[in-house]
């Protein structure tokens, strides 16, 4: 049982672990402008060792974002531009021959990185696509009959483009639910944008420092672990997400025949990580209802599958989402 003391000492060891994030941020923030919450969500993900998938129109720095991240981490960076003619092949790497030993070599792929950007990632087939879900989960590539490790950190920053349908291919669910969370981007202020045009129109162009090692990013995610989240908030976090996969037994009947498949246990995993990297970003050493209500959205969109009618009635994954956070007993 955790006392009021252990929470005050977890809270103070979180507020001082926790600088280096918000050194990161401004280091960031000296490029992307506005964008907070993409820049928290990316933290989160890399926190957690987990993925990203971004949606949004384009030109809203998402390529910049993951550079920009790279650059201050001081970590590798691969951008792959996914097309109808990709090959697995193109991500992962393949055996090539050499005529002087008579032996086939490994060329590793782009795949071999810290963070990767998949940039629109359903302009490639299903083939394609699921060249990443080994390495997305099991942290490793297998090209020919020899298992390669991927280097932690790994994160895959995938993006898609909401406007055109033409020639893309929807992600599988097997795919998607991998991703830690699902982001969707909006378009800057007025004020945001303005400044957007000087920035980036201005011939000094910003400059950004390496705040932090691999190492440290190894003692963020292990700082993050001590957060104290609650046995109420749990119970929360497991009501939401059978409410979607049961939602008459959590009085939502109404949403029965707009729910064709509820959310995956990795659903109540990932809530509860980044709830807890959501407190830790925030300089917070517990976790709070309202942590759940911010991400869980970002968590929970893509998992789950609506129905026709639901379809018919032009409703959403986040519609349902707010139905539910409305109604589920908040402790």
């Given at each position: 049982m955790t006392t009021n003391q252990d929470l005050t000492f977890i809270n103070e060891k979180i507020g001082e672990e926790s600088r280096v994030v918000e050194r990161i941020l401004a280091e960031m923030e000296k490029v992307i402008v506005g964008q907070r919450v993409l820049l928290e969500r990316m933290m989160i993900a890399l926190i957690t060792s987990g993925h990203i998938l971004l949606e949004g129109v384009p030109g809203l720095a998402k390529t910049l974002a993951v550079k920009t991240m790279a650059e201050v981490l001081d970590l590798k960076f691969s951008r792959i531009q996914f097309t109808p003619d990709l090959l697995p092949a193109d991500l992962t790497g393949t055996l090539v021959f050499n005529p002087k030993t008579s032996e086939f070599v490994?060329?590793?792929?782009?795949?071999?990185?810290?963070?990767?950007?998949?940039?629109?990632?359903?302009?490639?087939p299903a083939k394609v696509q699921s060249a990443l879900l080994e390495s997305m989960q099991e942290l490793q590539?297998?090209?020919?009959?020899?298992?390669?490790?991927?280097?932690?950190?790994?994160?895959?920053?995938?993006?898609?483009?909401?406007?055109?349908?033409?020639?893309?291919?929807?992600?599988?669910?097997?795919q998607i639910d991998r991703f830690l969370l699902k982001v969707k981007i909006t378009y800057p202020t007025k004020e945001e944008e303005k400044a957007i045009v000087n920035r980036m129109t201005s011939t000094l162009k910003p400059d950004v420092q390496k705040v932090c090692s691999i190492e440290d990013i190894f003692r963020l995610n292990q700082s993050?672990?001590?957060?104290?989240?609650?046995?109420?908030?749990?119970?929360?976090?497991?009501?939401?997400?059978?409410?979607?996969?049961?939602?008459?037994?959590?009085?939502?009947?109404?949403l029965k025949n707009l729910i064709q498949f509820g959310a995956s246990p990795r659903a109540s995993i990932y809530l509860t990580e980044t709830a807890k990297a959501l407190a830790f970003v925030r300089r917070r050493g517990y976790v709070t209802p309202e942590d759940i209500k911010t991400i869980g959205r970002d968590v929970l969109r893509h998992r789950l599958i609506l129905s026709y009618e639901a379809e018919a009635e032009e409703l959403t994954t986040d519609d349902i989402i707010t139905e539910i956070f409305d109604n589920i007993v908040v402790p």
């Open positions: 490994t060329r590793k792929g782009p795949i071999f990185t810290n963070l990767l950007l998949a940039d629109e990632i359903n302009r490639a590539v297998t090209i020919g009959e020899t298992t390669h490790p991927i280097e932690k950190p790994f994160m895959v920053m995938a993006t898609q483009n909401p406007i055109e349908q033409e020639g893309t291919y929807p992600l599988p669910e097997a993050c672990q001590m957060v104290y989240i609650d046995d109420k908030i749990k119970d929360y976090i497991v009501n939401l997400v059978f409410a979607t996969r049961f939602p008459e037994e959590a009085g939502l009947g109404k």
